[in-house]
């Protein structure tokens, strides 16, 4: 069955680098796109951004300055960087599949 | 950048009634909408697609509805498990920009 994992460090500290990973399976990421979304404490939804199952990628024009998604499709993951970290990036991160199936989310802490 | 605007922010609704809730596109966005319920604590879950598809197993009391700029999500006969929180998205095109919500209480 369809499945997304997201993966990361919990804790960044300002103006650091977050690295997170989504691992998936039950489905080729030749054949499916994967968003990132994510959702700060309380509040609503952000659709950060998308690899498409070609490779190429698009992003939310406020977070394309700093932000990457890339993908290793031997090992079904995909990778979302992100740097100048600060406290309001703070929030659960989630990849999906084209919306209907999504990740369980991580939890990422921006605090020194 | 199109901005998705839901209404009402939120709604408090005894068992059994109908509620209906709004999204609108600052521009066309033809039927291109989805329809998200979100628990606390848990991740998104997809009740409708390309404005009016029901996903599967989503229960026949949610429909949607619309074209163009002005969508609606409407809950018949609401349940108890139905409080949540309550996403429209734009798709197909990027960005996938969400709504910022409506919240359904139960009386």
Redesign the interface.
């Known amino acids: 069955q369809v499945q997304l994992k997201e993966s990361g460090p919990g804790l960044v500290q300002p103006s650091q680098t977050l690295s997170l990973t989504c691992t998936v399976s039950g489905f080729s990421l030749t054949s499916y796109n994967v968003?990132w979304?994510r959702q700060p404490p309380g509040k609503?939804?952000?659709?950060m951004g998308?690899i498409w199952s070609g490779g190429n990628t698009?992003?939310?024009?406020a977070l394309k300055p700093r932000l990457s998604i890339s993908r290793d499709t031997s090992k079904s993951q995909v990778f979302l960087t992100m740097n100048s970290l600060q406290t309001e990036d703070t929030g659960i991160y989630?990849c999906?599949r084209n919306?209907?199936d999504?990740?369980?989310?991580t939890l990422v802490t921006v605090s020194s | 950048n199109i901005v998705m605007t839901q209404s009402p922010k939120s709604m408090s609704i005894s068992v059994g009634d109908r509620v209906t809730m709004n999204c609108k596109a600052s521009q066309n966005v033809y039927n291109n909408i989805a329809w998200y319920q979100q628990k606390p604590g848990q991740s998104p879950k997809l009740l409708i697609y390309y404005a009016s598809n029901r996903y599967n197993g989503v229960p026949d009391r949610f429909t949607g509805s619309g074209y163009g700029t002005d969508f609606t999500l409407t809950i018949n006969s609401v349940q108890a498990e139905d409080a949540a929180f309550y996403y429209c998205q734009r798709i197909y095109n990027s960005p996938r920009t969400f709504g910022g919500g409506t919240k359904l209480e139960l009386k």
């Open positions: 968003h979304v609503g939804l952000e659709w998308v698009d992003y939310n024009s989630y999906n919306g209907a999504w990740g369980q989310g």
